[in-house]
């Protein structure tokens, strides 16, 4: 009696866990997925409908009859919006500060994934603190040309390290009770015309070099919202794309979360119903109070689903996944975190991602960093050095409680005991040439001072689209590579005057340098910083920080030798682009077909140096394991991003000479050696076959690259798989 009493529950746990192994959906939806449908039976056709598109600026409705509350989003990416209320005005009400993190080009400059994890918690708890459930972050569209305005936000140009620095900032965000939104799906990877301009792919770019990204925040991420592009695909708007939406997306991909408009980016109700857009943002700028009710996915939907030509059902799930994510945030059933704001731990954040993504392009005779001893004066020359830029660029605004410009930040460095001058330079307008005056003053400051440091680069127009000196904004894109307002004869004059001018661009991305890069000595690229960018940038250049920053994009030579001109049609012709250079984005077509870049993808200096030895190599089951030792062998502490890529030896169709596909950063004392270990799944071997349609394996022979940059490859190694 007593054996069976005992052996009958073991056996019925046994029995439940292996029915449980059998069924895991059932068995581990989680508990409120039972309340959503109980809620959903509850509401009104009006009530569902109300929760499918905006009912202000940036929110949408909630059923508060049934404890639902409005849903509450804000830009995104690199900080939290300031206030609109409910339009689409600035509050300025004075409350609406938050941490101005270093932008998405300065993240990914980092090449480490762990930050990418704590700039998403910052921004996350903030965030939450301000009464927003859902950030518009991270923007992932790859960096294609360097003309597009919105680059200063993306990632790179590499599909890889995009996806994974994504991945940290959405768990990151996601860790504080906020729903991330990647964006924007697919192919919004210019300005011009990007309401309209149809973008046409082949198979294979869009899977090797324009969806990874996505695939990484829904699968490795786990990202809750996704926002879809303005542009259309293949003919079709991206938001309501069959195929990029209900095939690829929540078909392929799994996608449990929400498809969010971009805002006005929904043309058609019932391609929008059909095809996996759940929430049409947006808002009526034409009038004073927008009728929400006249969205495409407002009252129309109500008529559609009574005459029965749409399923209820499919506002149902539309209704269904936000509250999803409404559980899964704790919006809803108790437990949400509370989000703090400008904490000096967030600011910490924010300068450590600024000191790890400033980048040393070129350091000839070790001309940095500057020496403080017996330092009297310094020339600062430039109007970038002394411009704010946290309100700038369009809708990705943020209003920091201060920002650390490079002059403040030189004069906070070295205090009292230094001159710090400040030269202007140029001015900064629309079409401004070089100045005679400006210039003559520049060369007079860097000829009476020990050291100069010239501050230019791309800006940021405040006004967006709309402002007459944007380069760096939404809604347009760079008219050239040349920088603006004569800085070129500026940068000229003052290195002929002091050769070893400090030169440090900032902006989205690369310039022209091919009239003055090879004057220069020292050459620092800044992006845009963030709010303590300043101090950053001068604990870097005097040495107090050891640069460990790496190109997340190429810097080309000149336009001309940019992919999307060389062999594309960007920005499109008649509202179509074909982007026929295909697979050869970035590195992948500068190392393919031997266009020399100015600064390669992946490319960073230090202050020490780095060894790297003993190469091993060792296949496993369709994969490999890399083993390398890396030394600082230089007399200063410091950071060094391992960068591994892969190249296939021979293979059915031509693949790019090398792809990264896997990366560490590791930090090292002086004389310090560790032995750096990454693992290259199938995944990183396969390519996309058009022909086949599949990705494929092509068994044979493939190197591994190892080095500190895509062209500085220091050991090499191979696998037969
Ligand atoms: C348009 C932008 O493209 C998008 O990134 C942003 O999140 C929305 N406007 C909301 O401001």
């Given at each position: 009696?007593?054996?069976?009493?005992?052996?009958?529950?073991?056996?019925?746990?046994?029995?439940?866990?292996?029915?449980?192994?059998?069924?895991?959906?059932?068995?581990?939806?989680?508990?409120?997925?039972?309340?959503?449908?109980?809620?959903?039976?509850?509401?009104?056709?009006?009530?569902?409908?109300?929760?499918?598109?905006?009912?202000?600026?940036?929110?949408?409705?909630?059923?508060?009859?049934?404890?639902?509350?409005?849903?509450?989003?804000?830009?995104?990416?690199?900080?939290?919006?300031?206030?609109?209320?409910?339009?689409?005005?600035?509050?300025?009400?004075?409350?609406?500060?938050?941490?101005?993190?270093?932008?998405?080009?300065?993240?990914?400059?980092?090449?480490?994934?762990?930050?990418?994890?704590?700039?998403?918690?910052?921004?996350?708890?903030?965030?939450?603190?301000?009464?927003?459930?859902?950030?518009?972050?991270?923007?992932?569209?790859?960096?294609?040309?360097?003309?597009?305005?919105?680059?200063?936000?993306?990632?790179?140009?590499?599909?890889?390290?995009?996806?994974?620095?994504?991945?940290?900032?959405?768990?990151?965000?996601?860790?504080?009770?906020?729903?991330?939104?990647?964006?924007?799906?697919?192919?919004?990877?210019?300005?011009?015309?990007?309401?309209?301009?149809?973008?046409?792919?082949?198979?294979?770019?869009?899977?090797?070099?324009?969806?990874?990204?996505?695939?990484?925040?829904?699968?490795?991420?786990?990202?809750?919202?996704?926002?879809?592009?303005?542009?259309?695909?293949?003919?079709?708007?991206?938001?309501?794309?069959?195929?990029?939406?209900?095939?690829?997306?929540?078909?392929?991909?799994?996608?449990?979360?929400?498809?969010?408009?971009?805002?006005?980016?929904?043309?058609?109700?019932?391609?929008?119903?059909?095809?996996?857009?759940?929430?049409?943002?947006?808002?009526?700028?034409?009038?004073?109070?927008?009728?929400?009710?006249?969205?495409?996915?407002?009252?129309?939907?109500?008529?559609?689903?009574?005459?029965?030509?749409?399923?209820?059902?499919?506002?149902?799930?539309?209704?269904?996944?936000?509250?999803?994510?409404?559980?899964?945030?704790?919006?809803?059933?108790?437990?949400?975190?509370?989000?703090?704001?400008?904490?000096?731990?967030?600011?910490?954040?924010?300068?450590?991602?600024?000191?790890?993504?400033?980048?040393?392009?070129?350091?000839?005779?070790?001309?940095?960093?500057?020496?403080?001893?017996?330092?009297?004066?310094?020339?600062?020359?430039?109007?970038?050095?002394?411009?704010?830029?946290?309100?700038?660029?369009?809708?990705?605004?943020?209003?920091?409680?201060?920002?650390?410009?490079?002059?403040?930040?030189?004069?906070?460095?070295?205090?009292?005991?230094?001159?710090?001058?400040?030269?202007?330079?140029?001015?900064?307008?629309?079409?401004?040439?070089?100045?005679?005056?400006?210039?003559?003053?520049?060369?007079?400051?860097?000829?009476?001072?020990?050291?100069?440091?010239?501050?230019?680069?791309?800006?940021?127009?405040?006004?967006?689209?709309?402002?007459?000196?944007?380069?760096?904004?939404?809604?347009?894109?760079?008219?050239?590579?040349?920088?603006?307002?004569?800085?070129?004869?500026?940068?000229?004059?003052?290195l002929k005057a002091n050769p070893n001018t400090i030169i440090v661009m900032m902006g989205g991305g690369p310039m022209d340098m091919t009239s003055w890069v090879g004057n220069a000595k020292g050459i620092l690229e800044a992006w845009y910083p963030g709010m303590e960018g300043g101090k950053a940038l001068a604990e870097i250049i005097f040495g107090k920080v050891n640069p460990s920053g790496k190109l997340p994009v190429t810097f080309p030579k000149k336009l001309a030798d940019v992919p999307a001109e060389a062999m594309g049609d960007y920005p499109g012709k008649n509202g179509k682009e074909v982007y026929k250079e295909g697979i050869y984005v970035g590195y992948r077509y500068y190392d393919s077909y031997n266009v020399a870049p100015e600064f390669c993808f992946g490319h960073g200096l230090s202050y020490t140096t780095f060894k790297y030895d003993s190469l091993q190599v060792t296949p496993g089951d369709k994969q490999a394991t890399v083993k390398v030792k890396l030394t600082n062998t230089?007399?200063?502490?410091?950071?060094?991003?391992?960068?591994?890529?892969?190249?296939?030896?021979?293979?059915?169709?031509?693949?790019?000479?090398?792809?990264?596909?896997?990366?560490?950063?590791?930090?090292?004392?002086?004389?310090?050696?560790?032995?750096?270990?990454?693992?290259?799944?199938?995944?990183?071997?396969?390519?996309?076959?058009?022909?086949?349609?599949?990705?494929?394996?092509?068994?044979?022979?493939?190197?591994?690259?190892?080095?500190?940059?895509?062209?500085?490859?220091?050991?090499?190694?191979?696998?037969?798989?």
């Amino acid at each position: 009696m007593k054996r069976k009493s005992i052996a009958l529950p073991v056996l019925s746990v046994l029995i439940l866990g292996v029915l449980s192994c059998s069924q895991p959906k059932k068995n581990n939806a989680p508990a409120y997925e039972k309340k959503i449908d109980s809620l959903i039976s509850q509401m009104t056709l009006k009530e569902k409908v109300g929760m499918i598109h905006a009912n202000s600026s940036f929110t949408s409705a909630g059923v508060p009859r049934l404890g639902i509350p409005e849903w509450v989003m804000s830009d995104g990416p690199h900080g939290v919006r300031p206030e609109h209320g409910r339009g689409w005005t600035l509050l300025n009400n004075g409350k609406d500060s938050s941490t101005y993190l270093p932008t998405g080009i300065t993240l990914a400059s980092t090449w480490n994934k762990e930050l990418g994890y704590k700039f998403g918690t910052v921004l996350g708890s903030e965030a939450n603190a301000r009464g927003k459930d859902n950030i518009l972050g991270p923007g992932v569209c790859i960096i294609r040309t360097p003309l597009n305005g919105r680059n200063f936000e993306y990632l790179s140009e590499d599909p890889y390290l995009a996806g994974q620095m994504a991945v940290g900032y959405i768990k990151g965000v996601q860790s504080q009770d906020v729903a991330a939104c990647v964006k924007h799906y697919l192919a919004n990877n210019q300005e011009t015309e990007r309401n309209t301009i149809d973008v046409e792919m082949s198979e294979r770019a869009l899977r090797e070099i324009y969806l990874p990204a996505f695939k990484a925040a829904v699968e490795e991420g786990n990202v809750y919202t996704l926002m879809g592009a303005y542009n259309k695909f293949r003919g079709q708007f991206c938001t309501e794309n069959k195929y990029l939406v209900k095939d690829i997306l929540k078909g392929e991909f799994g996608f449990k979360g929400v498809v969010m408009s971009d805002w006005g980016a929904v043309h058609n109700t019932m391609d929008a119903l059909m095809n996996g857009t759940d929430l049409e943002m947006g808002t009526d700028l034409t009038q004073k109070t927008p009728d929400y009710g006249k969205f495409f996915m407002g009252d129309t939907v109500i008529g559609l689903v009574k005459s029965g030509k749409v399923p209820e059902s499919v506002v149902n799930d539309k209704v269904h996944r936000i509250l999803r994510v409404m559980y899964e945030t704790h919006v809803m059933g108790g437990g949400r975190k509370k989000g703090e704001i400008n904490t000096p731990e967030h600011q910490a954040v924010a300068l450590k991602v600024a000191e790890e993504g400033i980048v040393l392009l070129k350091n000839q005779d070790h001309v940095l960093p500057l020496k403080e001893d017996g330092l009297k004066s310094v020339a600062v020359i430039g109007a970038n050095a002394d411009r704010k830029n946290a309100m700038g660029g369009g809708s990705s605004q943020v209003r920091p409680p201060f920002e650390i410009t490079p002059l403040q930040g030189i004069q906070q460095y070295l205090g009292d005991k230094v001159k710090v001058s400040y030269a202007e330079g140029y001015k900064v307008a629309r079409g401004e040439k070089a100045d005679p005056k400006l210039i003559a003053q520049a060369v007079k400051a860097a000829k009476s001072a020990d050291a100069t440091i010239l501050v230019g680069g791309w800006i940021h127009g405040y006004g967006g689209q709309w402002s007459d000196n944007a380069f760096d904004s939404e809604g347009i894109d760079k008219p050239n590579m040349q920088l603006p307002f004569g800085q070129n004869e500026l940068i000229q004059a003052v290195l002929k005057a002091n050769p070893n001018t400090i030169i440090v661009m900032m902006g989205g991305g690369p310039m022209d340098m091919t009239s003055w890069v090879g004057n220069a000595k020292g050459i620092l690229e800044a992006w845009y910083p963030g709010m303590e960018g300043g101090k950053a940038l001068a604990e870097i250049i005097f040495g107090k920080v050891n640069p460990s920053g790496k190109l997340p994009v190429t810097f080309p030579k000149k336009l001309a030798d940019v992919p999307a001109e060389a062999m594309g049609d960007y920005p499109g012709k008649n509202g179509k682009e074909v982007y026929k250079e295909g697979i050869y984005v970035g590195y992948r077509y500068y190392d393919s077909y031997n266009v020399a870049p100015e600064f390669c993808f992946g490319h960073g200096l230090s202050y020490t140096t780095f060894k790297y030895d003993s190469l091993q190599v060792t296949p496993g089951d369709k994969q490999a394991t890399v083993k390398v030792k890396l030394t600082n062998t230089g007399d200063m502490a410091g950071g060094e991003v391992v960068e591994v890529y892969v190249h296939q030896e021979k293979s059915e169709l031509k693949r790019p000479e090398k792809e990264l596909k896997a990366f560490s950063k590791v930090f090292l004392k002086p004389g310090e050696s560790k032995e750096v270990e990454l693992t290259l799944p199938s995944s990183a071997f396969e390519y996309y076959n058009d022909q086949k349609h599949q990705w494929v394996l092509e068994p044979g022979k493939f190197d591994i690259l190892v080095g500190s940059s895509s062209r500085d490859i220091r050991q090499t190694g191979t696998v037969t798989l």
